[in-house]
T-cell receptor, first 115, second 111 residues
Framework: EAGVTQSPRYAVLQEGQAVSFWCDPI?????LYWYQQPRDQGPQLLVYFRDEAVIDNSQLPSDRFSAVRPKGTNSTLKIQSAKQGDTATYLC?????????????FGEGSKLTVL | QQKVQQSPESLTVSEGAMASLNCTFS??????FRWYRQHSGKGLEMLVS????GEKEEGRFTAHLNRASLHVSLHIREPQPSDSAVYLCAVSSWMGYKLTFGTGTSLLVDP
């Protein structure tokens, strides 16, 4: 069974540029999460979806970050006008349901460097 | 807001010696505790999850939970050099998957 797939794996930008990250969750998983992991820190939840609906985006910097999951499968996280403080690895995870004793499955992440 | 802290920040152990990692959390309603491992440049691999006070063993990895003390620990039996990685504690409430992570413990296992 394929795991969670993310692309691109790496991106290097100048401040002010935009970037999009793409995530393909495990087939059949209805819940998808985007986490931001700055260097030497733990992951921090940005947003999560149940099917195509946003359930929680309270930690998503809404002025420059946006996330969509239009068909309830793949998802895109976009950063507009990137800042040096956005330098981090962006992790996507998926699960069946959003609570219980099951597992979240994480992708390998997209590492962003903003110069 | 939930705060999750891990100690020590880094730990070096010899191959075969027990490694013990600690995690404290601030929200007493927390009921979902997970330990993940992250090798450099890789995603997160879940090692063990625990939902009630006591002990849970998964192979060489054992989690101990004491919710009254707001403390969960991970013990790695007979660690190997391939266990060298960052270990992350994650906590949530209402059995949800909206996890709050600690900052991690970097483990180095010397051969």
């Amino acid at each position: 069974e394929a795991g969670v797939t993310q692309s691109p794996r790496y991106a290097v930008l100048q401040e002010g540029q935009a970037v999009s990250f793409w995530c393909d969750p495990i087939s059949g998983h209805d819940t998808l999460y985007w986490y931001q992991q700055p260097r030497d820190q733990g992951p921090q939840l940005l947003v999560y979806f149940r099917d195509e609906a946003v359930i929680d985006n309270s930690q998503l910097p809404s002025d420059r970050f946006s996330a969509v999951r239009p068909k309830g499968t793949n998802s895109t996280l976009k950063i507009q006008s990137a800042k040096q403080g956005d330098t981090a690895t962006y992790l996507c995870a998926s699960s069946l349901g959003d609570r219980g004793t099951g597992q979240l499955y994480f992708g390998e992440g997209s590492k962003l460097t903003v110069l | 807001q939930q705060k999750v802290q891990q100690s020590p920040e880094s730990l070096t152990v010899s191959e075969g010696a027990m490694a013990s990692l600690n995690c404290t959390f601030s929200d007493g309603t927390s009921d979902n505790f997970r330990w993940y491992r992250q090798h450099s440049g890789k995603g997160l691999e879940m090692l063990v999850s625990i939902f009630s006070d006591g002990e849970k063993e998964e192979g060489r990895f054992t989690a101990h939970l004491n919710r009254a003390s707001l403390h969960v620990s991970l013990h790695i039996r007979e660690p190997q050099p391939s266990d060298s990685a960052v270990y992350l504690c994650a906590v949530s409430s209402w059995m949800g998957y909206k996890l709050t992570f600690g900052t991690g413990t970097s483990l180095l296992v010397d051969p």
